[in-house]
């Protein structure tokens, strides 16, 4: 059925074609003349359709209306006429015509002076979660820095906002009019055009913005995108003056705006910034009055005393100068400390830049007390990952013993975690498991040493180099005594064989893992195949158990052939139990073996400083002390006699003996022709750092794991073979209690004579003359 109010084009043409008088109108003419008159005959109904009764009475008027004659215009009249139509044409199409009203004046004027309503006012999306302490401290200071000037650096955990409030900051400062002339700098100048796209995007998609800052955001939108439209845009017959390029804003000129004029200009911190000044269209000059600077420093600059020293000379001259003579500058900087000394921590240290009145935030204050717990869930959770692809046990484990884990701990935003967590604390101690190194620096602004190295400790080099030329599994004629110390690991057991001397003089005979890797570097993360792997339908406990098994009955099983000929068979052997998922298991193997008479159970014990040193353990009866090592009484259902040592001085005392040329007693070499073919023996011996503590009147060696590296099974390994060489009676000539001197004899008739020689013996005939004297 046709509605003659509503028609299509070609509906209308087919029509009028198809009456008696034949083809009277076509298609493209039809076509030129709804484009001509437009809404005058389009249908209400759907704008792109004729009203076929408007058509027809457009026609009728235009068939009656007698047209206007005229005198023939020359060429000249008719091209200026064409040329005011254009003008008037384009004069229409610029004019941005009456601003929208303003939606909500009460929420615009609430939040001219408090930064913290606007944040969540405009931004409601961004600003989603509880605000922290932390939070409401940043953001009274960058508040009074926007209103009454000043300096503030904030270091805030990453993800924390930190740039975020700052973009923020200088929207609030630009759309009140609190700031004339912002400047935003970047560590680069790409990471400053990041910042003021950002900026952009706020003023073109915010529906709230747009709603209460018209003067603002109307005529921004009216761009469309297109800075080519900036020059010509009107507003009541008035230019705007709007800017909008790559690398600066300025607010459209709007009568009655206080953010009329306002500027926003983007540099990298190395880039041109001296001499920065805008002329606005009432003919002043104005210099920058706020300068937000985001992130002033790269990983390559904080890790250049060079390039550190001269971004804190850009800032201290170049960038706090920019307001010219006599006026100071407001100034804004989100940052984070990269590595020690970096220009963030200069500038947030109040002793030597007080100006900059420096916030240094965390995201844990304080750590748990019970960390052993932590440490059974980090383990729960690598393994998680490992074979799930996620936490969930790990979740679990931690809700079931969340009040013992969380005893001691503060955090500063209650309100951060993940969704697949239940609380910040955990969301923080994830982190801190992932990377250590990088939490520390990210999230604590609180970063590792980067230069961990010892000089009296040997590199990766040196410790290759120490090799004495002897085949592999060769004993050296000196030695008489073979070690081995197992590391146990889920996916692999590491392990080294050493042969020892009296005097500690020592070789490493053996080492690797099991299952064996087939290759010259690899990680226990890439660990292919793995213990799983090789007894696929055993658990755990079983497959475990076969490793160590198979494992021992190789070492343990087989005889070492010395320089001379002799053969030797290793004499103790410690296995790892302080692993807890593993404990039982060792302590059931140890019990179970075939060479249960070698073989006991072993934990490392870390004692610091602050702890009682194990030379002064007072013996209770059935324990067996040595030195800084013991192995003490036992009962319950672990029934077997284990090993308790001191990690911190057995890793010292490696390296004391790595340190000792080739040749001299107590040196520790290792087998071997070729010094790169122990590449990652060395590596894993200096995964570790030592850090001199002092504590209980002692100084003393705490060995911490460098932030850069993983696997230090090895080093464990070797220091557990000394332990063993220990256990054997090798010991250092210095550590041996001292000698008394024996006192010469006296007999009792000695005494009764009277006067005794040095030798503590009389001749007969000195008797006899002492007798007749």
């Known amino acids: 059925m046709i509605n003659p109010s509503n028609m299509r084009v070609v509906d209308v043409a087919r029509l009028l074609n ?9 298609q493209a003419r039809l076509y030129r003349e709804f484009n001509r ?7 209400s109904e759907n704008p792109r359709n004729i009203n076929l009764l408007k058509y027809i009475a457009w026609m009728f008027d235009r068939k009656h209306t007698p047209e206007e004659t005229s005198g023939a215009r020359s060429y000249e009249d008719r091209r200026n006429a064409e040329r005011d139509r254009q003008a008037e044409q384009s004069l229409a199409g610029r004019d941005i015509g009456p601003l929208p ?12 002076r408090n930064f913290q309503l606007f944040c969540e006012s405009y931004f409601p999306e961004t600003y989603s979660l509880a605000w922290s302490p932390d939070h409401l401290k940043v953001i009274e200071k960058i508040e009074t820095a926007v209103l009454r000037g000043g300096l503030f650096a904030l270091a805030l955990p990453r993800g924390s906002g930190k740039t975020t409030i700052t973009e923020s900051a200088a929207l609030w400062s630009m759309l009140y009019g609190h700031r004339e002339f912002v400047v935003l700098i970047g560590a680069t100048e790409s990471a400053a055009l ?8 706020e003023l073109e998609v915010n529906e709230r913005l747009a709603e209460d800052f018209p003067e603002v955001c109307y005529p921004v939108a009216q761009l469309e995108g297109i800075a080519n439209r900036c020059a010509g845009q009107l507003y009541k017959g008035e230019r705007t003056r709007i800017t909008w390029t790559s690398n600066e804003i300025v607010l459209p000129t709007v009568e009655g705006s206080r953010a009329s004029g306002i500027i926003v200009r983007v540099a990298g911190i190395t880039g041109r910034i001296r001499g920065m000044k805008f002329k606005r269209s009432d003919g002043r000059n104005v210099r920058p009055s706020l300068v937000v600077i ?25 960038i706090l100068g920019l307001a010219g003579p006599g006026q100071k500058i407001s100034g804004i900087m989100p940052c984070t400390i990269i590595r020690p000394g970096d220009m963030a921590d200069i500038i947030l240290n109040r002793n030597t830049h007080p100006d900059w009145n420096g916030e240094k935030t965390r995201m844990v204050y304080r750590f748990p007390t019970n960390m052993k717990l932590w440490e059974e869930y980090a383990e729960i959770r690598a393994e998680a990952l490992r074979t799930e692809g996620n936490f969930q046990k790990a979740t679990e484990f931690y809700l079931a013993n969340r009040e013992a884990m969380d005893a001691g701990a503060e955090v500063s935003w209650e309100a951060r975690f993940n969704h697949d967590e239940v609380s910040a604390l955990q969301h923080a101690m994830n982190l801190k498991f992932q990377d250590e190194a990088a939490f520390m620096s990210e999230y604590q602004n609180d970063p590792l040493p980067d230069d961990t190295a010892d000089d009296s400790l040997l590199s990766v080099d040196e410790i290759c180099a120490k090799i004495n030329g002897l085949a592999r599994r060769r004993v050296p004629l000196k030695c008489d005594r073979l070690t081995m110390f197992v590391d146990v690991q889920k996916a692999l057991l590491f392990y080294v064989v050493i042969a020892w001397a009296e005097d500690f003089t020592g070789a490493v005979i053996d080492y690797g893992s099991w299952p064996d890797q087939h290759r010259h570097e690899y990680s226990l993360a890439d660990a292919n195949p793995s213990i799983q792997t090789l007894f696929p339908k055993a658990g755990f406990e079983g497959a475990l158990y076969a490793a160590l098994s198979a494992l021992t009955d190789e070492c343990l099983g087989r005889e070492w052939e010395r320089e001379d000929g002799a053969v030797l068979k290793i004499e103790r052997a410690l296995v790892d139990a302080n692993w807890g998922q593993s404990t039982d298991v060792v302590y059931q193997f140890c019990r179970q073996s075939s060479h249960a008479g070698v073989i006991l159970p072993s934990h490392g014990r870390y004692v610091g400083a602050s702890s009682k040193p194990m030379t002064e353990y007072r013996k209770q009866q059935g324990d067996r002390l040595g030195f800084n090592w013991m192995i003490p009484n036992v009962a319950g259902k672990r029934a077997i006699r284990h090993v308790i040592y001191d990690t911190n001085y057995w890793k010292s005392f490696i390296h004391a003996r790595l340190a000792v040329p080739v040749g001299d007693k107590g040196s520790l070499t290792l087998y ?41 099974h090895f080093l464990d390994c070797v220091a557990g073979c000394a332990v063993c060489g220990s256990m054997l009676g090798a010991s250092l000539p210095e550590t041996l209690p001292a000698k008394l001197d024996r006192k010469p004899m006296i007999r009792l008739s000695d005494k009764r004579l009277g006067g005794i020689p040095p030798n503590g013996r009389l001749k007969l005939s000195e008797l006899r003359r002492q007798k007749n004297g």
């Open 18 to 26: 198809s009456t008696s008088f034949g083809f009277v109108l076509p």
């Open 37 to 43: 008159v437009g809404f005058r005959i389009g249908s």
């Open 101 to 112: 009203e303003v939606v909500n004046p009460d929420r615009k004027a609430a939040c001219e």
């Open 194 to 201: 990041e910042l003021l796209d950002s900026l952009k995007t």
């Open 294 to 318: 985001d992130d002033p420093q790269t990983s390559e600059s904080a890790g250049s005393l060079e390039q550190t020293r001269k971004r804190v000379r850009v800032l201290a001259g170049d």
């Open 672 to 712: 071997g022709r070729i010094p790169g073919a122990h590449q990652l023996f060395a590596e894993h011996l200096t995964a570790e750092y030592r850090v001199k503590t002092q504590g209980r009147g002692r100084t003393v060696d705490e060995w911490k794991l460098k932030p850069q590296s993983h696997d230090n």
